[in-house]
């Protein structure tokens, strides 16, 4: 039985023509065992090799390896071969397929849609279109695609997968969450619905959820980049670097390039000869934990409440970084607001200016952070008050703005660059990101 099916994978992809009913067989056994896909490595290799002896290959054999190098995962290759196989609706289907994998999803968009015109299982293509159309921003277009396509692909696992993925996008995580489960009851192995759970479950702080979905998600080809990229962070956040190495390693196997991947690796190798203090960091953890409560947790007064929201105060640790004369300074803040903030601050075993202990400061240096606050145009409060979501941060950079409790992009903006590289597998890469998507806003960071 076993050489029957190696004989099927080889056979299909040589038949003649290599067309709609080829690839489905082609997928039907490479589902039912997924150890055939070694098997389409050695068929693809052996196309490969024949054709390169033939100084003219055909647009067909160019479709054939473009297929087979997109199924194995191999999206780069592909690509460039399907870009020699004719303008038919294969080619484009599985040129998106490559585009959609390689996040270039404004090419896909475009793929998908000719391979909709071509009438190359045009359902499947317009849902396709509709997840690219979904990650460049374009959601009510993918939601109308999505309304046109229910009566004809509602019950799918590619139909609930992108509706789900939309709620997402909408912020209604729960509904995405039952949309997605239904995409997985309809086909285990789905990997779009995989991912889209785990990316969840990490935005939600469920790491162990987030990678049990990741790894199902690299289990059988072709596995979405990110995956990796994903699975690698929740791994360094772990101290698990050998293992978080290797999920970067698998994407370089793919793209040499990828820069993202190659800084983490070498992010990896650094961090496995650190030295790990547990009980430091214990204690670091905690502190931290304390200093990221917000202000409005404590029972202060309206008055002093009100006094902190208007000098941007908003955390016990801000507090930290206050001074009683800049509190003074505030309008309204008296010295019953100020013994009130600083007995609640002595029972967390804290006190103004703690922070400031032991900097240089001359006599008139004081925390900007603290200042009375100065009049802001309409256009830059508005920015300010923008949710770091809207940044569209790597994982990397956005599990930092959690761990730090920065919410709007005013609280980033109030951070230095050196706070940031405080934070726990924050890098210098990392840094550039976040100062490059404030550069777009006209933002910088504190002291920047």
């Known amino acids: 039985m076993t ?18 009913s ?9 589902n039912r065992d997924p150890s055939r896909y070694r098997t389409l490595r050695d068929a693809v290799a052996t196309i490969r090799d024949r054709e390169q ?24 290759v592909g690509l460039n071969n399907l870009k020699r196989a004719g303008d038919g609706g294969m080619a484009n289907y599985f040129q998106g397929l490559a585009l959609e994998n390689l996040q270039r999803y404004a090419e896909a968009a475009e793929s998908f849609s000719r391979s909709a015109q071509a009438g190359y299982d045009p359902k499947n293509s317009e849902l396709h279109r509709a997840g690219a159309l979904r990650r460049i921003g374009r959601v009510d277009e993918a939601r109308t695609i999505l309304q046109g396509l229910e009566k004809h692909s509602g019950s799918s696992a590619e139909y609930h997968f992108q509706q789900g993925a939309v709620l997402a996008a909408d912020g209604e995580l729960e509904l995405a969450s039952a949309e997605l489960e239904k995409a997985l009851s309809l086909d285990k192995d789905h990997n779009g619905a995989l991912f889209e759970l785990a990316y969840i479950n990490d935005l939600f702080g469920n790491d162990d959820a987030a990678v049990d979905f990741y790894k199902r998600c690299t289990e059988r080809p072709p596995v979405p980049l990110a995956a990796w990229i994903n699975l690698g962070v929740l791994y360094e956040d772990e101290m698990r670097f050998r293992e978080a190495e290797q999920c970067y390693r698998q994407v370089l196997n793919h793209e040499p390039n990828h820069p993202r991947a190659r800084l983490f690796v070498k992010d990896c190798q650094a961090s496995k000869g650190m030295y790990y203090d547990e009980e430091a960091e214990k204690g670091y953890t905690v502190l931290k934990q304390l200093l990221e409560i917000p202000v409005t947790d404590f029972e202060l007064s309206v008055r002093s409440r009100n006094c902190l929201r208007k000098m941007n105060i908003r955390t016990l640790g801000d507090l930290t970084r206050t001074t009683e004369i800049a509190l003074l300074a505030s309008k309204n803040f008296g010295e019953t607001s100020l013994a009130e903030i600083k007995e609640m601050m002595q029972s967390k075993g804290v006190r103004l200016g703690m922070a400031l202990e032991g900097s240089e400061r001359g006599p008139t240096t004081h925390d900007h952070r603290a200042e009375p606050p100065q009049e802001i145009p309409p256009e830059v409060q508005a920015l ?26 005013g609280d980033l903006t109030r951070r230095s660059g050196d706070e940031l590289l405080e934070c726990k597998n924050f890098g210098v890469t990392s840094l550039n990101e976040v100062r490059d998507k404030l550069s777009t806003l006209g933002l910088k960071l504190k002291n920047d």
């Open 22 to 30: 080829a690839v489905a067989d082609l997928r039907e056994v490479l």
């Open 384 to 409: 300010l008050s923008k949710p770091i979501s809207e940044l569209s941060l790597s994982v990397r950079a956005r599990k930092c703005m959690s761990k730090l409790n920065l919410q709007s992009v």
């Open 53 to 76: 002896k033939d100084k003219d290959v055909p647009p067909e054999a160019h479709l054939r390896l473009g297929v087979g190098e997109v199924l194995l995962g191999r999206y780069g």
């Open 3 to 20: 050489e029957m099916m190696t004989t099927d994978v080889r056979a299909i992809m040589d038949r003649t023509p290599f067309d709609v």
